[in-house]
C-alpha cells in the first residue's frame, strides 16, 4: 500500500480544498486532486476512486453555498436529478467491471476535460445574456445530463464544465442558478457512485478522508468568494496540471 507522509498528505489537503473551491464555481476539481494523488505514487483506479469519495462532501457543501441560488428550482431538480443519478450509476458500473480499461482510457479523458476546461469561457461568454425560466430542450436535456453523468461515474473531471454548459444550451434562467443545480446534480453523481466504489472499489480511506475535510472547506470558500479570483489562473493551473499527468499516464 502507498505510504504518505506529512507532506504528501498536505499536497492533498491543499488540492482537495482547490478542488473543493473549483468544483463549486465551475466544476473541474478533480483535474487538481487526480493529478496530485498520481503524482504521489497512487494508481490512476486507487486515485479515481478515492478522490470520487472524498469530494461527495464537498459536492454537499458547495450545494450548501449555492442555497440562495436554488431556491425555486425543485421541480427542476425533481425533473432532471434522476437523469444524472442513473447515467452515475452506469458510469461507476462500468468502471468497476472493466477497471483495466481506464488506466488506457483515464488519459483521453482528461484531455477531453481539459478541452472542456479551455473551451468552458467561451461557452459562458456566448449564453450569459440568457434570461428568465423557460425550459427547453425536451429529450437533448435528459439525454445530456444522463451521458454527462455516465461520464462523471466513470471519472468525473470536469463533469461539471460539461454538464453547465448543456444546462445552458438547454435551459432560459441565469447562470448562476444553473451552477446552483449543477452542484447538486454532479453531487448526487458523485455520491452514488461513491456508494458503489465503497462496496466494490479500493478506496483509500486515508487520502479519501483528507479531501472530504478539505474540499468541504474549500467548497464554502468557492461558494463566497471564489468569483472574485482571477479565473485565468485557475484555468493555467488545471490546464496544466491536467495535461501534464495526461502525458504521465501515455507514456
Known amino acids: 500500500m502507498q505510504h504518505l507522509t506529512w507532506l504528501g498528505a498536505l499536497a492533498v489537503f491543499g488540492a482537495g480544498g482547490l478542488a473543493g473551491m473549483i468544483n463549486a464555481i465551475v466544476g473541474s ?6 493529478p496530485t494523488l498520481v503524482a504521489l505514487g497512487y494508481s490512476p483506479l486507487v486515485a479515481n476512486v478515492s478522490n470520487n469519495v472524498g469530494l461527495v462532501f464537498g459536492n454537499i457543501s458547495g450545494v450548501y453555498g449555492y442555497r440562495r441560488e436554488l431556491v425555486g428550482q425543485g421541480p427542476r431538480i425533481r425533473a432532471l436529478t434522476p437523469w444524472s443519478a442513473a447515467g452515475g450509476l452506469l458510469g461507476a458500473t462500468l468502471l468497476l467491471l472493466d477497471h483495466e480499461a481506464f488506466k488506457e482510457i483515464v488519459p483521453w479523458l482528461i484531455v477531453l476535460a481539459v478541452v472542456m476546461v479551455v473551451l468552458q469561457p467561451r461557452l459562458t461568454r456566448a449564453l450569459a445574456s440568457r434570461q428568465g425560466g423557460a425550459e427547453h430542450g425536451g429529450l437533448l436535456l435528459r439525454v445530456g445530463s444522463f451521458l454527462t453523468g455516465v461520464y462523471g461515474g466513470y471519472f468525473g ?37 461513491g456508494v458503489l466504489f465503497i462496496i466494490f472499489a479500493p478506496v483509500n480511506w486515508t487520502i479519501a478522508g483528507i479531501i472530504a475535510v478539505s474540499s468541504i472547506l474549500g467548497a464554502q470558500v468557492g461558494a463566497k468568494i471564489g468569483r472574485r479570483l482571477p479565473p485565468q489562473v485557475l484555468r493555467a493551473v488545471i490546464v496544466v496540471g491536467g495535461l501534464s499527468v495526461a502525458i504521465y499516464l501515455l507514456k
Open 29 to 34: 476539481g478533480s483535474l487538481i486532486t487526480f
Open 157 to 193: 473531471a470536469a463533469q461539471g464544465v460539461i454538464l453547465i454548459a448543456i444546462l445552458a444550451i438547454c435551459i432560459d434562467d441565469k447562470l448562476q442558478r444553473l451552477n446552483g443545480y449543477k452542484n447538486v446534480a454532479t453531487g448526487f453523481v458523485n455520491l452514488l457512485a
